[in-house]
């Protein structure tokens, strides 16, 4: 069997199919969530930059850099979030169906 065909049985396995279409699913919402955190920081920062001006108790520190470290870190850590899911539950389920298909093209 060539591998266009075994490539083909892959992406028609119906696990397969189920697996990418979670996968999508994941990466847009990680996406749209992370599209919402930087839009109300920069929004915040436009409409009371003050606030980011203050510091925070007797220190040099801003409110500004925490926050715009807590949006580098809440980056950080859904990139986080999805290699480990991509790298581990969804390449599983890859590595299975493709076990799977060569067992099946084995045998016909």
């Known amino acids: 069997m060539n591998k266009n065909n075994i ?6 396995h119906p ?6 279409r979670e ?3 994941l990466g847009w919402s990680l996406t749209v969530i992370m599209i919402i955190v930087y839009t109300v920081y920069i929004l915040y920062i436009g ?5 980011f ?6 220190s040099a520190v801003t409110v500004g850099i925490y ?3 807590f ?5 950080i850590a859904i990139t986080g979030i999805y290699v480990y899911r991509a790298n581990g539950v969804y390449e599983a389920i890859t590595q299975k169906v493709v076990h799977e298909v060569h067992q099946e093209a084995d045998h016909d």
């Open 71 to 75: 949006v580098i870190f809440f980056a």
């Open 15 to 20: 696990e397969f199919q189920a697996m990418a």
């Open 53 to 58: 001006a203050q510091t925070v108790g007797d």
């Open 67 to 69: 926050a715009g470290l």
């Open 23 to 25: 996968k999508s699913i």
């Open 47 to 51: 409409a009371s930059p003050a606030t």
């Open 7 to 12: 490539d083909h049985r892959v992406m028609a």
